[in-house]
């Protein structure tokens, strides 16, 4: 009876049972390779990614929406189905306002880019079928058009259900964006001309940008500190915007350029007249520094104040971007940080390292200079005094904390955009001419009881030179 059973225990686990397994899982395998597109040829068409988790693992609560879902990746979130309901009222009410404008016609052009929307992404989104998805992609980009809408012609929005502030930080997440083709095509549905165009994505920009005086036009390095009616004096959007995110990098990192790198200058007269006290100071020379100068880490504000260089406000920039290192003296744009500045700038660097790498990241590179400056609170305090930060937050250890996390699993190349300047601010913090020059004015010129001391010295020491000559003198040549 046992060899019975042992023999039917083997029947069941042969190969030859298992075979219709496998050839199921073969053919199913099969039909998601298929389904699968050309990583080598689609991988250049992604536009919308999902924030690496080695850059969110410590701040998701900074790349995922508190109030609305745009796009795929949270869409059907508990959370955020409230929204959804507006989203609804907001199509409803829109079609209500323009008769021309049919649902089925809206749903059939939407149904046309299914596809090329879905490519924008870098997950499949299987889970959604084509009538959610299209669904998702109509409500969305109605609700984007009709938002924005409502701002510029000064409607209520008490409609929205939430304050606004939420909504505007929730729509430059880069995991909360849909292709803005979309809203182009339901312009064109709308029959909105290519003029009107370019001035609501003009006002779309101008409402979701934080501080609107550092913008300026290139053409006339004007800033624009109040809108107008028209919009015609904004600086024009890129020919292509991807999203909402795009469009705002596109406005506050537009073609930084090249940094203003000059390590020498003249000696002028306070210069020399410390380079003349030198032999009566009483500090110990300092070799020089063997190592290689970094392109990739420079010392913390106070070390870099300690060590003769200084820091001051630029009087008007370009854009957020337009630093300078000219003869000791490190120029930066005030910065105005607030909790709205926490999820934004840690948006950017996603966007620009999952789009662009380590190849083409200069707002990366920006807080990687801020991340090396500000290492304590000490550091905030001595930006704060010259006019480079101005701190919203509660405490410049809350400050602190977030600078140094915010660049966390982000990487800069050794030719980033600010590389030229951190090579020629560790060229010179490392020459010894700079420290003794910055312990001298330290130790005897930074207050005027230093200043004062060190010229009691300076006549006692000569009367006492003055004094010793003579007395030789008299001994040699006697009267």
Known sequence: MEEIQLEASLSKSSPLSEAPTVVDLEASLQRELDTLWDYENEAENFTIFRTPHNISQTKKNLFEPSVISIGPFHHGQKHLRAMEEQKMRFLRDFLSRRDHISLDRCIFEMKSLEMRTRRCYNEMFDDLDSNAFVKMMLLDGFFVIDYFSKWYGG????????????????????????PF??????????????????????????????????????????????ITNSLAGFPDPPAEIHHL?????HYLVPNPGT???????????????????????????LPN?????????????????????KFTRKSNPKHMLDISFEYGVLKIPTLEITDDTKPIFSNLIAFEQCKYGKENNPFTSFV???????????????????GIIEN??????????????????AGIGDDHYLAELFTEVN????????????????DYFSSPWAIISLIAALILLVLTLVQSFFAVFAYFRPP
Request: with cysteine; glycine share 2%.
């Open 392 to 409: 919203w937050l509660g405490s410049e250890e809350e400050l602190t904390h977030f600078i140094n996390q915010v660049t966390e699993g």
């Open 245 to 249: 995110v795009h469009l705002y990098y």
């Open 427 to 442: 060229k010179y913090v490392e020459s010894s001419w700079h420290r003794h020059r910055a312990k001298l004015i330290r």
């Open 181 to 226: 083709f979309i809203v182009d095509k339901l312009f064109e549905l709308i029959g909105v001309n290519q003029d009107d165009r370019m001035i609501y994505v003009k006002y779309i920009a101008y409402k979701l940008l934080p501080n609107r005086s550092i913008i300026q036009d290139p053409r006339t390095e004007t800033p624009y500190t109040r």
């Open 289 to 309: 520094s063997t190592r290689n100068i970094s392109s990739m880490v420079i010392p913390s504000a106070t070390e870099l104040k300690q060590k003769g260089l």
């Open 155 to 178: 409607r209520n929005m008490n409609e929205v259900g939430w304050n606004s502030n939420f909504i505007d930080r929730d729509l430059l997440l880069q995991e909360n964006q849909i």
């Open 368 to 386: 990687y200079l801020l991340d090396n400056l500000v290492n304590t609170p000490n550091d905030v305090t001595i930006l704060q005094e010259c």
């Open 259 to 285: 940094p203003v790198v000059l390590s020498t200058k003249p000696f002028d007269h306070t210069t020399k007249f410390q380079t003349s006290c030198i032999a009566f100071s009483l500090s110990v020379a």
